[in-house]
């Protein structure tokens, strides 16, 4: 077992009012969004007065939604959402996990951007899916694809071998 860190300080009861004062509380299927703050990425913010001073800290939301829900985020681990809405607040929705777990669950729902989806993708799939059925038909060298598709022979080598583009069926 991690050892706990509690790096949220302790919630008072109107912490947690001012806190659910913020969220859009639904269904318990459903996301709770989260109605302040938000990061670029639609994280929600909490800021809390820490402990024995006058100073003020900024927290993400769904970690402070875990620490009310279950208690001190383990040290060393993530608050993930199942639903991957990042402003989501709904404690049936989150798990904590590391960052491989977090990877684990991007990749299994297909989240990660690669091939076209990748903003800086030179070909298509179906460019890749010709490159591969023109080399496997024979006939063809790896240097006259690459001269044909405009790209190195080692990346049509890495192409064909499903080292690169390897989604791509």
């Known amino acids: 077992m991690p050892k706990?860190?509690?790096?949220?300080?302790?919630?008072?009861?109107?912490?947690?009012?001012?806190?659910?004062?913020?969220?859009?509380?639904?269904?318990?299927?459903?996301?709770?969004?989260?109605?302040?703050?938000?990061?670029n990425n639609g994280y929600g913010y909490f800021v809390l007065r820490l402990e024995g001073s006058g100073f003020w800290k900024t927290f993400r939301a769904h970690r402070v939604v875990w620490t009310i829900a279950n208690g001190p985020v383990p040290s060393g681990l993530l608050v993930c959402h199942h639903c991957d809405c990042p402003s989501c607040q709904n404690p049936h929705h989150l798990?904590?996990?590391?960052?491989?777990?977090?990877?684990?669950?991007?990749?299994?729902?297909?989240?990660?951007?690669?091939g076209e989806r990748q903003g800086n993708a030179r070909y298509t799939e179906q460019e890749i899916r010709n490159i591969r059925s023109r080399y496997a038909a024979g006939g063809i060298s790896q240097y006259a694809l690459a001269r044909a598709y405009g790209m190195d022979q080692s990346t049509v080598s890495s192409v064909v071998r499903r080292k690169l583009w390897a989604h791509v069926i």
């Not at 008072?12 to 109605?35: A, P, Y």
């Not at 798990?95 to 690669?114: E, L, S, T, W, Y």
């Open 95 to 114: 798990f904590i996990g590391n960052h491989v777990d977090n990877m684990h669950d991007r990749d299994h729902k297909n989240r990660q951007a690669c």
């Open 4 to 39: 706990v860190h509690c790096i949220i300080p302790s919630l008072s009861k109107q912490d947690i009012l001012r806190f659910w004062f913020h969220v859009r509380i639904r269904g318990i299927d459903e996301c709770w969004e989260w109605r302040a703050s938000k990061s």
